[in-house]
C-alpha cells in the first residue's frame, strides 16, 4: 500500500472532532460570507432529528471538511478551505441548544460548551469568522448580543434564532443524540498539498445529480444489498420504462396531486426537497406500498403521454384533446383518472373533468391571464369533491361575454385543435389551418373580384392583418386543397371550398365577398358554437382575472431583488389590502388573526415553534402583538410565506385569501420559473 504524504483524510464524528480539537478553526480571508439561510437550516434541522430517531448503527453523512494547518500565537489553527457553512451553521444550533439548557441541563450544556469554546479560553469561540464579523458571530454564540445588536443584525441572529426557536427543552436531548451522529471526511492537507486544487477536485464533480437522481439513492440508501435488488427490480426499474426521459417531470406532477402545492424546480433541487418532506422515512415496508403507487401512477402518466394505450375511445380522445395543452394539469388527471380506475369516481366524471380543463386552458389562452400555476389549487378543490371542483375551475374559467369579444379580435391559440372539434372532427391529421385573408395578400388578391388589395386604403389594410389571425378568418383545408388556395383571391377560394369535405368550408364556399366586416360576422357566429363546446362550468359569477390563492404564492429564497414590490394587492375574504409584500402580510395576517381567531394563531405556533412568543428571548426584529406577547420579525421571506400558509390553513380561511402578482411579481416568476 501506498500512502498520500500530503493529504491526510480520515472519517471522524463531527462533534467529536469539534470538541475534541486543541486548535481554533478559522475561515480566512478570500473565502465568502456565510450565506445559509433558514431554508437550509431547517433541512439540517430535519435530517438530525430524523437521524437521531434511528438505531445506534445509523450515521448520517455532512460529506467533506477541507483545512489546512498553521499556528497563530501560541495555539495551533485549522484554517477551513471548504465546509465553513455547515460547521458555522452546526455553531449556532449547538449554541442554539445550549442556551437552552444552561439552566435546565447543566451537564449537557458543558458538553455542548466544549462544541462552543476556544480551548482554554470560554470567552472566545472556536470557530472564527471573517474579520469583519467575528464580533457578531460571537456574541450570538456566546450569548453576548447588546441592546446596540439591532444595527448588526446577520444571517448569524437569524439562524441562531430559527433553531433557538425550534429546539424546545424538552427536544434538546434528541437533538443532541442527533448532532452526535453526525460524520464528515476531515482531509488535512500538509505543506506541499495545493489546496485550490483539490478544492476543485472535490467541488467539481462532474454533471450534478438531478432531481430523480437523488430520489433514487435516497429511495434505496441503508436498504440491505437484497432489498435495493428487489425495489430496483420491481418498482423503481418500471417507473423508468413508463416515464422515460420524462421521470423528473413525473416526479414533479406526482407531488404536486399529492400535496397540493405547486413544486418549484428552477436553481435547486425542489422536487427531491419536496420528496423528502413528504417521505421523511422510508423503512422497507412502507417503501414496497409507498413503490407500488408510484409504480401505478407512471404507469398512468405514460397513458397520458400516449393516449393510444387507453382501450376506451372517449376516454382516449380527451387525452389527445387534453395533449393539445401541454402537461401543466397532469397531476389533476393522474388522480382523476386512477380514481376511474379503481372505481373511486365513473366515466363521465373522468369525461367531464377532462372537458372542464380544457376549457379552462383554452378561455384562458385566448383572454391572457396565463395558465401557469393552476394545477395546485384544482388538486386541493377536487380532494374536497366534485362540486368544489367545479366551483374552483368555474371561478378562474374567462366568462362567455369576455370569450366572444376576444375571439373577435385575438389570434386564436391552438386553432388546429380548435377549428377541429367546431368541425366535429376526432382528429386533424392530413388538415392545414387556412387564413381566407393570407398573411401577406399580393397587391392583385381580391375578395369580391372587383377590388384589388392595391386599391384598399391603409386602414383597410391594417384592420384585415389584425383580423388574419382571428377565429371568423381561419378555416381547416385539406391538404392537397390547402396548397391550390394558399394566397389565392377569394372567389378562387370559394371554388376550393366547395370541394371540402369539412363542414366548416360549407358556409365559405357561398360567401359572395371576404371583408373585415364578414370576418367578424364568421366569429361571432363561431363564437356561438364555441361557448357551447368549451363551457363555463357551475354557476359561480367571479372571474378573478389572475388572482393566486395564497398557498400557491411563490416561495423565494432570501430576500431577491424586486420583493418590496412583488404584489399589487391582496384579497382578505374579500376585503381589498394595499399589500406589496410577504413581511408586510405576515405581520398583518398574524396581528388580524390574532384579533379574530387567537386559538388558531396559538395552535400554529406551538406546533411550528414561532413566530408567537412570550418574550424576546433573543437579538432580533420583534413586533408586538398585546402587552407579553411578541410576533418575531425576523424569518426569512419563504418562512415567512410559510407561517402565512399554515396559520390561514390552522384558521380555516386559506381558500378565502388570493395575491395578485405586479409587474414586478410576474417578472420574478418568469425569472425563477426558468
Known amino acids: ?67 489546512s494547518t498553521g499556528r497563530a500565537g501560541d495555539g495551533p489553527e485549522l484554517v477551513l478551505i471548504d465546509g465553513q457553512q455547515r460547521i458555522t451553521t452546526l455553531m449556532l444550533l449547538v449554541a442554539a441548544l445550549q442556551h437552552t439548557v444552561r439552566e435546565s441541563d447543566p451537564a449537557m450544556a458543558d458538553e455542548l460548551a466544549r462544541v462552543l469554546l476556544a480551548p482554554g479560553d470560554d470567552t472566545a469561540t472556536k470557530l472564527r469568522p471573517h474579520a469583519a464579523w467575528a464580533d457578531v458571530f460571537e456574541s450570538v454564540v456566546l450569548g453576548r448580543r447588546g441592546a446596540d445588536a439591532a444595527a448588526r443584525e446577520s444571517r448569524f441572529d437569524d439562524n441562531y434564532a430559527f433553531f ?24 488535512t492537507l500538509g505543506a506541499g498539498a495545493n489546496a485550490q486544487q483539490i478544492f476543485e477536485s472535490l467541488n467539481s464533480t462532474g454533471e450534478p445529480l438531478r432531481d430523480h437522481e437523488l430520489i433514487h439513492n435516497y429511495v434505496l440508501m ?72 408510484w409504480r401505478d401512477y407512471s404507469q398512468i402518466h405514460r397513458v397520458l403521454r400516449e393516449p393510444h394505450l387507453e382501450t376506451d375511445a372517449a376516454v382516449s380522445q380527451q387525452l389527445r384533446w387534453l395533449g393539445t395543452f401541454g402537461t401543466a394539469m397532469h397531476p389533476l388527471v393522474m388522480r382523476a383518472y386512477r380514481d376511474w380506475k379503481s372505481g373511486g369516481c365513473d366515466r363521465d366524471e373522468l369525461i367531464a373533468t377532462l372537458e372542464h380543463v380544457q376549457a379552462l386552458l383554452l378561455r384562458r389562452s385566448i383572454v391572457g391571464p396565463g395558465t401557469d400555476r393552476l394545477v395546485a389549487r384544482l388538486c386541493r378543490a377536487r380532494d374536497a369533491g366534485w362540486d368544489s371542483l367545479v366551483a374552483a375551475i368555474s371561478r378562474i374559467t374567462p366568462s362567455d361575454e369576455r370569450i ?9 391559440p391552438h386553432p388546429a385543435y380548435v377549428l377541429g372539434r367546431l368541425a366535429g372532427l376526432d382528429h386533424v391529421d392530413g388538415l392545414d389551418v387556412e387564413r381566407v385573408f393570407p398573411a401577406a395578400p399580393s397587391d392583385t388578391w381580391t375578395g369580391d373580384g372587383a377590388r384589388a388589395w392595391s386599391e384598399y386604403s391603409e386602414d383597410e389594410q391594417n384592420s384585415a392583418r389584425a383580423l388574419g389571425g382571428t377565429l371568423g378568418n381561419l378555416t381547416l383545408l385539406e391538404s392537397d386543397l390547402a396548397l391550390r388556395a394558399f394566397d389565392a383571391s377569394f372567389p378562387e377560394k370559394r371554388r376550393v371550398y366547395a370541394r371540402s369535405a369539412i363542414p366548416l368550408n360549407e358556409e365559405l364556399a357561398l360567401t359572395e365577398s371576404w371583408s373585415t366586416a364578414a370576418v367578424s360576422e364568421r366569429s361571432a357566429a363561431l363564437g356561438g358554437r364555441f361557448v357551447e363546446i368549451w363551457p363555463r362550468p357551475g354557476t359561480t359569477l367571479i372571474d378573478d382575472d389572475g388572482l393566486t390563492p395564497i398557498l400557491d404564492a411563490v416561495h423565494r429564497r432570501g430576500w431577491p431583488m424586486g420583493w418590496e414590490r412583488e404584489w399589487s394587492y391582496v384579497e382578505y375574504r374579500g376585503e381589498h389590502w394595499e399589500v406589496p409584500d410577504v413581511k408586510y402580510l405576515f405581520n398583518r395576517i398574524f396581528k388580524r388573526l390574532w384579533a379574530d381567531d387567537r386559538r388558531a394563531v396559538t395552535s400554529y405556533s406551538d406546533r411550528r415553534g414561532g413566530p408567537v412568543y412570550a418574550e424576546r428571548a433573543w437579538n432580533g426584529q420583534w413586533d408586538s402583538l398585546d402587552e407579553g406577547t411578541w410576533l418575531y420579525m425576523g424569518w426569512d421571506s419563504s418562512y415567512m410565506l410559510s407561517a402565512v400558509q399554515g396559520v390561514l390553513e390552522e384558521a380555516g380561511i386559506a381558500p378565502e385569501v388570493f395575491v395578485k402578482y405586479s409587474y414586478i411579481g410576474d417578472a420574478m416568476n418568469r425569472v425563477a420559473g426558468r
Open 1 to 67: 500500500m501506498v500512502s498520500a504524504t500530503n493529504v491526510d483524510a480520515t472519517a471522524v464524528n463531527t462533534i467529536g472532532w469539534l470538541s475534541a480539537g486543541e486548535w481554533t478553526i478559522v475561515v480566512p480571508v478570500y473565502q465568502r460570507q456565510y450565506r445559509w439561510d433558514i431554508g437550509a437550516c431547517e433541512q439540517l434541522l430535519s435530517d438530525i432529528r430524523a437521524v437521531a430517531d434511528l438505531d445506534d448503527r445509523r450515521m448520517h453523512f455532512l460529506g467533506s471538511v477541507l483545512s
Open 164 to 187: 433557538r426557536s425550534q429546539v424546545a427543552a424538552d427536544e434538546a436531548a434528541h437533538i443532541w443524540r442527533g448532532l452526535q451522529k453526525l460524520e464528515h471526511v476531515a482531509i
Open 222 to 293: 441503508g436498504l440491505s444489498h437484497a432489498e435495493q435488488r428487489e425495489i430496483e427490480t420491481e418498482y423503481w426499474l418500471p417507473i423508468e420504462q413508463n416515464t422515460g426521459d420524462s421521470i423528473g417531470e413525473f416526479w414533479r406532477q406526482y407531488l404536486v396531486m399529492t400535496t397540493g402545492r405547486e413544486v418549484v424546480v428552477a436553481r435547486g433541487r425542489g422536487v427531491y426537497d419536496t420528496f423528502r418532506q413528504v417521505f421523511p422515512r422510508l423503512d422497507i415496508d412502507d417503501l414496497r406500498a409507498h413503490a407500488a403507487e
Open 404 to 412: 366572444r369579444a376576444a375571439l373577435k379580435y385575438t389570434e386564436l
